[in-house]
C-alpha cells in the first residue's frame, strides 16, 4: 500500500525508446553470439527493463532515500536494538584504502595492520566482557549465541557429560530459545516474577544435570538490572552449568560492571548496537564472543594471536587449534564493522565508556520519569538504558494500541520505538533513547507522545498518514505465508 506522495517504480516511469547514455555504433566486427553462448542461456526476447533517462534515475533514487527513516535524519528509540549514533570519523577509518582493499588470501605478513587491529580488539573486549578469550568471527549477535553454545556442546562433550537443555527466561530475545534449538538442545522456559526478574523458584525447579546452559540477559529485555545475577550463576554453577550472558545490553554497564565478574562463562557483543556500527534493514553486524578460559581452545578459528620475534611481534590467524568447532564464517569475521568497533573503543577510552553507559541510564530515566505519569511502565520506578511501557490500560479504554501509537510517532517524524517485546509486558512499546540524544529532543519524544494519546481513535488507527507508504495489514501478511507453510508441512 503506497501513500499518495511515494515515488512511482522506475517501470512505471518507462517509455519504450528512452536512454540514459548514447553508445556509439559498433566499430569492431561483432561475432555470432550463437556460436560463443550456449542454447540455453540465449533469451528470447529483450529483458523488460526501464528504459528511461539519467536524471529520472537519480531523482527516482534520491526521492527513495527521504522515504526512509534513520539514525541520521530522525530520533530512533528503539528499545533493545540500540540505535546509537554512528560516528562519522568511524566511517571514515573503516574506507581507508588499507582496510577496504585487502584480500583475503593475502599473507598475515601483508596484513600486520590489520591483524593488531584485530588483536588489540580481541583484548578489548576480553577486558570489557571480564572474560579469558574472545573470537572475532560471528556476523551477528544471534550468530554468536549459536556460535557460543556451539562450544558449550564441544566443552560438555569432552567433559563426557550429556546435557541435552538450554534455559532460557520467558522475557528472552527470540533468537536465544531459536539459537538453543539450532544447536540440537532442548529449550526450556524459565518463568519472571510480576516485578520482571527471574523466578527463582522456578529456575530451580528445571536446574538439573541435565541443564548445559542458562542464557540470561542482563540488564533485562525489560531495562532492569538482573540483581540475583550472582546468585542465580551460583547455582547454574553448582549444577555443572554454564551462564551465557546476551550482551546487546552492553550500553547500560560499559566500564561499570562485567559480565564475568557476576557468573557469565560466556557472552556475545553486538558492536553494530553497543559500539555504534550502523545498523538496520538487516545489517551488516559482527558477533563476537567472549569465553572464560576452559572454553577457550574451542573457540571457532581463526583466532589472531601475537607472537614476539627478534624483529618486534608479529600477528597471524592461528588456524591449527585441534578442539575448536572450526569455521562459523567465512575469512577473518565482518572487518568493517569491527574496524568501527575498535575506532569507537580506541574513541572512548576506558573512563569515556563508563561515561557512555552513564549517560545512557541517564537519559532513560529521565525519559522513563516524564512518560509514565502518561502512559504506565509496570515494572520500573528506574531503569538501566531503557524501559518497557504497557498500552494496555490504553488500549481497553479506548482501543489505542501500541501498534497505533508506533504508527503515528512516523507522522511527527520519529521512529518508532520497539513494540510487542518482551512478551512478558502487554501492549509493550520498548524505549531506548540512548546517551547521544539531548534533553530537547527526549522532551520532544515526551511531549509527541503525550499529544498522539488524545488525538481521535480513528486518526490513530489509520496511521501512518505522511510517510511514502501506509499502514500495511501486517495481522493478516504474517498469517498467511504461515498459515500456507503450515498446511504444506505437516507435523511429522
Ligand atoms: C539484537 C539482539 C540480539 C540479536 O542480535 P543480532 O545482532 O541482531 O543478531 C539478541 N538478543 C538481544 C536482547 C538483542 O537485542
Known amino acids: 500500500m503506497r501513500n499518495k506522495q511515494a515515488t512511482r517504480l522506475l517501470l512505471e516511469l518507462s517509455e519504450p525508446g528512452r536512454r540514459g547514455a548514447v553508445l556509439p555504433e559498433c566499430d569492431v566486427p561483432c561475432q555470432n553470439l550463437e556460436n560463443l553462448v550456449p542454447d540455453r542461456f540465449l533469451?528470447?526476447?529483450?529483458?523488460?527493463?526501464?528504459?528511461?533517462?539519467?536524471?529520472?534515475?537519480v531523482r527516482h533514487y534520491a526521492n527513495l532515500s527521504t522515504l526512509n527513516m534513520s539514525v541520521d535524519?530522525?530520533?530512533?528509540?528503539?528499545?533493545?536494538?540500540?540505535?546509537k549514533y554512528n560516528p562519522k570519523r568511524n566511517e571514515r577509518l573503516a574506507a581507508l584504502p588499507g582496510i577496504v582493499d585487502v584480500h583475503p588470501y593475502q599473507s598475515d605478513r601483508s596484513l600486520q595492520g590489520l591483524l593488531r587491529l584485530f588483536f588489540e580488539l580481541q583484548q578489548m573486549l576480553a577486558e570489557i566482557s571480564?572474560?579469558?578469550?574472545?573470537?572475532?568471527?560471528?556476523?551477528?549477535?544471534?550468530?554468536?549465541?549459536?556460535?557460543?553454545?556451539?562450544v558449550a556442546a564441544a566443552y560438555f562433550r569432552d567433559q563426557g557429560e550429556l546435557r541435552n537443555k538450554v534455559l532460557t527466561p520467558d522475557?528472552?530475545?527470540?533468537?536465544?530459545?531459536?539459537?538453543?534449538?539450532?544447536?540440537?538442545?532442548?529449550?526450556?522456559?524459565?518463568?519472571?516474577?510480576?516485578e520482571g526478574f527471574v523466578d527463582m523458584e522456578d529456575l530451580r525447579s528445571k536446574l538439573d544435570e541435565t541443564v548445559a546452559v542458562f542464557m540470561i540477559t542482563n540488564p533485562n529485555t525489560l531495562g532492569l538490572f538482573e540483581?540475583?545475577?550472582?546468585?542465580?550463576?551460583?547455582?547454574?554453577?553448582?549444577?555443572?552449568?554454564?551462564?551465557?550472558?546476551?550482551?546487546?545490553?552492553m550500553n547500560a554497564i560499559l566500564g561499570i560492571t562485567r559480565p564475568g565478574d557476576f557468573g557469565a562463562d560466556m557472552m556475545h557483543f553486538n558492536p553494530h548496537k553497543t559500539f555504534s556500527g550502523p545498523h538496520g534493514g538487516g545489517g551488516p553486524g559482527a558477533g563476537p564472543i567472549a569465553v572464560a578460559e576452559k572454553l577457550g581452545d574451542y573457540l571457532p578459528v581463526p583466532i589472531v594471536v601475537k607472537t614476539n620475534s627478534p624483529d618486534g611481534p608479529f600477528f597471524h590467524l592461528e588456524f591449527d587449534r585441534p578442539q575448536s568447532i572450526g569455521r562459523v564464517r567465512s575469512f577473518f569475521g565482518n572487518c568493517g564493522v569491527l574496524v568501527r568497533a575498535y575506532c569507537y573503543l580506541l574513541t572512548h577510552g576506558g573512563p569515556g565508556l563508563r561515561r557512555v553507559a552513564e549517560n545512557a541510564v541517564l537519559n532513560a530515566n529521565y525519559l522513563l520519569s516524564r512518560v509514565k505519569h502518561f502512559l504506565p511502565v509496570p515494572q520500573s520506578e528506574s531503569c538501566m538504558h531503557e524501559f518497557v511501557a504497557s498500552a494496555a490500560e490504553l488500549k481497553q479504554d479506548r482501543g489505542i494500541a501500541a501498534m497505533d501509537l508506533a504508527k503515528r510517532l512516523l507522522d511527527y517524524g520519529i521512529h518508532a520505538p520497539?513494540?510487542?517485546?518482551?512478551?512478558?509486558?502487554?501492549?509493550?512499546?520498548?524505549?531506548?533513547?540512548?546517551?547521544?540524544?539531548?534533553?530537547?529532543?527526549?522532551?520532544?519524544?515526551?511531549?509527541?507522545?503525550?499529544?498522539i494519546i488524545d488525538e481521535p481513535v480513528d486518526l490513530l488507527h489509520e496511521a501512518p498518514h505522511t510517510t511514502g507508504v501506509s499502514r500495511p495489514d501486517e495481522v493478516a501478511a504474517a498469517r498467511k505465508p504461515i498459515?500456507?507453510?503450515?498446511?504444506?508441512?505437516?507435523?511429522?
Not at 533468537?175 to 540440537?184: I, R
Not at 512478551?423 to 511531549?447: C, G, N, Q, R
Open 227 to 249: 540483581c540475583n545475577v550472582a546468585a542465580i550463576a551460583e547455582e547454574v554453577h553448582a549444577h555443572g552449568g554454564l551462564i551465557y550472558l546476551d550482551g546487546a545490553n
Open 418 to 451: 520497539t513494540v510487542y517485546f518482551p512478551l512478558t509486558v502487554k501492549e509493550a512499546i520498548m524505549i531506548e533513547p540512548t546517551e547521544t540524544e539531548s534533553k530537547e529532543t527526549l522532551d520532544h519524544f515526551a511531549e509527541t507522545l503525550f499529544r
Open 73 to 83: 535524519t530522525h530520533f530512533y528509540p528503539l528499545g533493545s536494538c540500540t540505535m
Open 171 to 194: 522475557s528472552a530475545h527470540g533468537t536465544n530459545p531459536a539459537s538453543a534449538k539450532m544447536c540440537g538442545f532442548e529449550s526450556v522456559t524459565v518463568k519472571s516474577t510480576p
Open 130 to 150: 571480564g572474560l579469558d578469550a574472545v573470537s572475532l568471527q560471528p556476523a551477528a549477535g544471534a550468530h554468536g549465541e549459536m556460535a557460543a553454545l556451539m
Open 483 to 492: 498459515l500456507k507453510w503450515v498446511a504444506n508441512n505437516p507435523p511429522t
Open 43 to 57: 533469451a528470447t526476447s529483450a529483458p523488460n527493463l526501464p528504459e528511461v533517462t539519467e536524471p529520472e534515475v
